[in-house]
């Protein structure tokens, strides 16, 4: 009968919550191992500046290679570092990896640029962020003008003071910093105005189908204009195509991230890249030269 039904329905139920509850176990202790057994790499997606098309910086992405398994995406893996605290240590080591490599690049003589390095808002909770990035600067000398924390935009939606202290502190030490995914986490205006922000990052959904779709066109277009009213750069993510990039260079958007001009890369890939780059500038002609 239903009773009988609605009994076995409970148990799958209990069951398959048994199951999830497992794996995500399982993923929490590979994670743990793979981070203490350096299995965990980051890779590097330039970003460009719109009107020059110059490299001026690159945001390091984390990419997990398991034995097993293979890649696992950080869309699966963040959640589960975020839920079990273990995004504390982990958002420390990708800090201080990041600065490590930056300051390596100066020591090579590649170009300054910035690298960007995403927070998740577990880390404002969990670990005393101001003081961690301080110690990742200070032992290994790289610059804070060159570093940005990138914050979801969601993150800045919740315990306003709180979040405020940390960004003051953060910006204290001489870093960047920028909203990610901008335009999908409901922040107030009047709350963003007074955090100490340098960058928004417009989220790549509303890129995705421009210009097919007028409403996404009109909405990156509005971030760019907001953005600029408040004294803001601009930067879009996700950018495939020419007609997408022809359109953010219509608006003036300052700067991009994308397919288009590249994927994330592993490090050396991404210094290759940097250096090709500075070598074709220094053998063109600058515009002193363009005259007599
Ligand atoms: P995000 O910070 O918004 O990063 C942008 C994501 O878009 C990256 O995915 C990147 O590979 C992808 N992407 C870049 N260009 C394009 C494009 O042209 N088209 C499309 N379709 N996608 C593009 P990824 O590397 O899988 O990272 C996913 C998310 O995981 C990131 O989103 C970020 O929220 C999180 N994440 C990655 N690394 C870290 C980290 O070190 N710490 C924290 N807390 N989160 C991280
Ligand atoms: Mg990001
Ligand atoms: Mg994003
Ligand atoms: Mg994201």
Not at 43 to 60: F, L, N, V
Not at 88 to 113: K, M, N, S, T, Y
């Amino acid at each position: 009968g239903a009773k009988a039904r609605g009994r076995g329905a409970l148990c799958f139920f209990a069951e398959e919550m048994t199951t999830a509850a497992r794996e995500r176990l399982e993923l929490e202790s590979r994670l743990r191992q793979a981070l203490a057994q350096e299995q965990l790499q980051l890779h590097y997606q330039p970003q460009a500046d719109i009107a020059t098309g110059r490299i001026i910086g690159a945001e390091a992405l984390l990419r997990w290679n398991d034995p097993q398994e293979g890649a696992i995406s950080p869309a699966r893996f963040i959640p589960v570092a975020e839920s079990s605290g273990l995004i504390g240590p982990l958002g420390e080591w990708v800090l201080r990896q990041v600065c490590q490599q930056g300051q390596r690049w100066l020591d090579a003589g590649l170009p300054a640029i910035t690298l960007a390095v995403n927070v998740s808002p577990r880390q404002f909770q969990l670990t005393d962020l101001v003081a961690s990035t301080r110690t990742a600067l200070a032992e290994t000398g790289f610059p804070a003008s060159q570093l940005e924390l990138e914050i979801t935009e969601s993150a800045l939606a919740e315990r306003f003071e709180e979040v405020l202290k940390v960004l003051e502190g953060l910006q204290g030490l001489g870093l960047h910093l920028a909203v990610d995914d901008f335009g999908t986490g409901y922040s107030s205006l009047a709350h963003l105005k007074r955090f100490p922000i340098d960058v928004l990052k417009i989220d790549q959904s509303f890129i995705r189908d421009i210009p097919h779709h007028c409403d996404d066109m009109a909405i990156s277009a509005a971030i760019i204009a907001m953005g600029h009213s408040m004294a803001l750069k601009v930067l879009a993510e996700g950018v495939e195509t020419q007609e997408q990039l022809a359109f953010l260079v219509e608006r003036g958007c300052d700067s991009y991230q994308g397919y288009l001009l590249s994927r994330p890369l592993p490090a050396a890939d991404f210094a290759l890249l940097l250096q090709k780059q500075a070598l074709a500038a220094a053998a063109a002609p600058t515009t002193a030269d363009v005259g007599f």
